[in-house]
């Protein structure tokens, strides 16, 4: 199989707009392997809606600078990604192994188009894992100035020239200076009782209000604090008769998956993200 092309393109939504670009494709006779589209209408603004597009077709000589050209024309905003290229990951974490690991592992298994390039942490509790499998870690610790240590971390990343940090359960915020190098790059993962139980032990504080419902959100960190666009999210219902540790056991499994689809949704640049603060997702 050739290898191929991904696309993903938003525009006002007009007539044509979808034929104009496989047409194109066609005539440099490359196969659309997959095709999707949606069209959003916001009737108080805009009664011609915007048109989201995620085409993958095959690659061939070209196609790529024929295709931005018209693009660019027709003022379609765009990216345009070789399904070749692997992301490259950071893994930050601090204690809790267990979204940590299900990315690791998932990567490992070769089931994302992505590589784990470095880990970097607050504490050295998961080095091994990541000296198993002959990835580099970091320890940054919290000992110094907040400016300094994410100027040191952001140096780690640009010496693995990362594309995507994973927090997985990274409990550090971060600033508006460091989310500013990666803008909807960076995926967060949280407990959905926000914001209803927040701070400390928020498993317990649900416990004891009798939550039915134990979930989680995974999104992309923007300035504003647990409030990126939405990614991915999954809830299991629960009863009286489950403990605080049951809860515990239930919202890491929750954690852990739905961190590693929103993820896995990312590294196949199947993401468009709309007026910055919703998702389109192409699953």
Known sequence: MKNTYILLARCKDKVGVTSLITTLIA?????????????????????????????EFEEVAELKTSLEFTLNQNNIQFEL????????VALFVSKEDHAFNEVLLRVQRGELPAEI?????NHETNKHFAESLSIPFYFVPNNKDKHEVETDTLNICSKHEV?????????QILTDYFVSHYPN?????????????????????AWERGVKLVGATSHYVTSDLDEGPIIEQDVTRINHRYSVQDLR????????????????????????????????VFN
């Open 27 to 55: 005539k440099h006779n490359a196969n659309i392997l997959h095709l999707d589209h949606f069209t959003e209408y916001d009737n108080s603004q805009d009664e011609n809606g915007k048109l989201f597009l995620r085409l």
């Open 81 to 88: 990604f070789d399904s070749n290229v692997k992301t490259k």
């Open 117 to 121: 390039v470095c880990v970097v942490s």
């Open 163 to 171: 594309d995507l940090i994973v927090l997985a359960k990274y409990m």
């Open 185 to 205: 790059q960076i995926i967060n993962i949280h407990h959905s009782f926000l914001p209803s139980f927040i701070g400390a032990n928020p498993y317990k504080q």
């Open 249 to 280: 056991k239930i919202g890491r499994h929750i954690e852990s998956t739905v961190l590693a689809q929103a993820v896995e949704y990312h590294v196949q640049h199947k993401i468009i993200v709309n007026d910055g603060n919703k998702t389109i």
